[in-house]
């Protein structure tokens, strides 16, 4: 039989295992999922992309996306200014670290001017995403035509 102590401090390694692995476990990546674009009906005006970026274990600003299967790619957020919704271009967006940052629609949003029409008969249009530590993210998003719902697992619509 175990001595009182030892069993004792037996339970205190058993309860502290877990907590001490844990600490060694590798750091929460900075990671974007649930990217999605809308083309516009219209070739002459702009398409809308939506994703969620998932910060890290530190805080960092998302500069910037880029694609070559669009003319030009800009960061855009839906406000309302005096009763009057009106969108605004967006140069930086911080990403707090262990929080999500969501792009959806009425919110932070791109806007994709000249999207390939390849592009969108493939389904996808691969998606650059840069952030100030110089990570540089790539996705594929999913291509919806006009009216289409948004893919399974965007859950941010019309938010």
């Known amino acids: 039989m175990m001595p009182s102590f030892s069993r004792m401090l037996a339970t205190i390694g058993l309860l502290t295992a877990p907590m001490l692995l844990a600490?060694?476990?590798?750091?929460?990546?900075?990671?974007?999922?649930?990217?999605?674009?809308?083309?516009s009906?219209?070739?002459?005006?702009?398409s809308a992309g939506y994703f969620v970026?998932?910060?890290?274990?530190?805080?960092?600003e998302l500069?910037?996306?880029?694609?070559?299967?669009?003319?030009?790619?800009?960061?855009?957020?839906?406000?309302?200014?005096?009763g009057k919704m009106t969108m605004t271009p967006v140069t930086a967006v911080p990403v707090p670290a262990k929080t999500q940052v969501a792009f959806a629609p009425g919110g932070k949003h791109?806007?994709?001017?000249?999207?390939?029409?390849?592009?969108?008969?493939?389904?996808?249009v691969p998606l650059t995403f840069l952030f100030s530590n110089g990570d540089r993210i790539i996705v594929d998003a999913i291509?919806?035509?006009?009216?289409?719902?948004?893919?399974?697992?965007?859950?941010?619509?019309?938010?």
């Open 63 to 82: 500069r910037g996306v880029m694609t070559d299967r669009a003319l030009r790619v800009e960061m855009h957020e839906t406000m309302n200014m005096g």
């Open 110 to 124: 791109l806007m994709l001017w000249g999207v390939n029409p390849e592009a969108v008969q493939q389904g996808k």
């Open 23 to 39: 600490a060694c476990a590798d750091p929460a990546p900075l990671f974007v999922d649930q990217a999605w674009i809308r083309v």
């Open 53 to 60: 970026v998932h910060g890290g274990e530190t805080p960092v």
């Open 143 to 159: 291509v919806q035509k006009t009216g289409a719902a948004a893919p399974a697992g965007a859950e941010h619509e019309g938010h």
């Open 41 to 46: 009906p219209n070739k002459d005006m702009p």
